[in-house]
């Protein structure tokens, strides 16, 4: 069974750093990861999806990595502001299934 | 374009009560999904279906029921709700091509 570790649970920077989410997964035969964010009382909306073919997916300041063999993938945030605070949940998509697997996410505050 | 729309976004049931939670999405997707998400535990899935007249368990179906009424609407119920089941329960549509999951708001739901 799958299952998706998230570490730290809470991360707390100064605005302006540079951060990364780790996201950890047991099965590598994986169809695709996709990174998440949550405010609080909100839904999931989806920052990044990497299909199991590519390394890395960008879009404005984030960055997410995927290095299958190691059951890993990244989440970069470059010049952090207050508003990157949310939740940020990653999800594991097992090939040959519908199924998402999530993390539990890494609640980030960013500090003016 | 509303993408994936629930009803009603909060809900207070005594144990006992029955209820059904809608969802429509409006992006021609076959598969949609219902999560729970309880703090701690992060996002599980109850039910999904993978085309329109088709529903699967997911991890945590005990207790629920779910129609695929159309390819647009996918309904979860609580035929007898108990307390254990007060969660936020999301609703979610995929892509054919990638399985990127597009999120709905959520319901919020309490029972006593």
């Known amino acids: 069974k799958q299952e998706v570790t998230q570490i730290p649970a809470a991360l707390s920077v100064p605005e302006g750093e540079n951060l990364v989410l780790n996201c950890s997964f047991t099965?590598?035969?994986?169809?695709?990861l996709q990174w998440f964010r949550q405010d609080p009382g909100k839904g999931l909306t989806s920052l990044l999806l990497i299909q199991s073919s590519q390394r890395e997916q960008t879009s404005g300041r984030l960055n997410a990595s995927l290095d299958k063999s190691s059951g890993r993938s990244t989440l970069y945030i470059a010049a952090s502001q207050p508003g990157d605070s949310a939740t940020y949940l990653c999800?594991?998509?097992?090939?040959?299934?519908?199924?998402?697997?999530f993390g539990k996410g890494t609640k980030l505050s960013v500090i003016p | 374009n509303a993408g994936v729309t629930q009803t009603p976004k909060f809900q207070v049931l005594k144990t006992g009560q029955s209820m059904t939670l809608q969802c429509a999405q409006d992006?021609?997707?076959?598969?949609m999904y219902w999560y729970r998400q309880d703090p701690g535990m992060g996002l599980r899935l109850i039910y999904y279906s993978a085309s329109e007249g088709t529903t699967d368990k997911g991890e945590v179906p005990n207790g629920y029921n779910v129609s695929r009424l159309n390819k647009r609407e996918f309904s979860l119920r609580l035929e007898s709700a108990a307390p254990s089941q007060t969660s936020v329960y999301f609703c979610?549509?995929?892509?054919?091509?990638?399985?990127?999951?597009?999120f709905g708001p959520g319901t919020r739901l309490t029972v006593t």
């Open positions: 979610a549509s995929s892509e054919e091509s990638t399985y990127e999951q597009y």
């Open positions: 099965d590598s035969a994986i169809y695709n």
């Open positions: 992006m021609n997707h076959n598969s």
């Open positions: 999800a594991a998509t097992g090939a040959g299934s519908y199924q998402l697997t």
